[in-house]
């Protein structure tokens, strides 16, 4: 039941990017146009379209830690039995959560700092812009702690221990028959 809310709570954020992205391209080209064709601009393009690029990172970033996307590697992982993996992997979520919290921290108090600082255009506060890497703290939190609960628990099976997922050239250079050592060069004469 946890696991479908959590799904849900995703698609909603790629929903969410889907439209950001939209928007960041509809003001960008829409102010080349103007910019080009009427010698004119939409002023506030700029800015938006920053703070939803920010806003997209970090969302996209949430997203990537319930799929367990970031980029990270198993070489060792992999060579451990099953107990090693539990607790090389319990102490790498006990890092990432307190990596967590030190973005939680440091984005809190650039939004409280920011909170009567206005934006240069649009006049709206500057802490919308730090409050991204508070809700990407807040959530990827929770979801490594929940992950972190699993392997702790047991509840996470050994075989989602180690995920090695390999990057789709180094898949079709793998799945190939060997080549040949190719044959010498013919010298010149």
Partial sequence: MLNAFIDRCCRAINLLIALALAVMVV???GNVVLRYAFNSGIAISEEVSRWLFVW??????I?????RGHLGTDF???RLPPLGQRICLGLSYAL???CTWLLFSGALAQARINWDVDAPVTGASMAIFYASGVVFAVAA??????DLWRIVSGQMPDGELVRIAESEELAAVGSQVPHEAPAPIASRK
Avoid: C, K
């Fill in 56 to 61: 997209i990172t970090f969302l996209g970033a």
């Fill in 76 to 78: 060792l992982l992999a």
């Fill in 27 to 29: 003001m960008v080209f």
């Fill in 63 to 67: 997203v990537a830690v319930r799929e």
């Fill in 96 to 98: 990432m959560i307190w």
């Fill in 141 to 146: 939190g929770l979801l490594l702690a929940l």
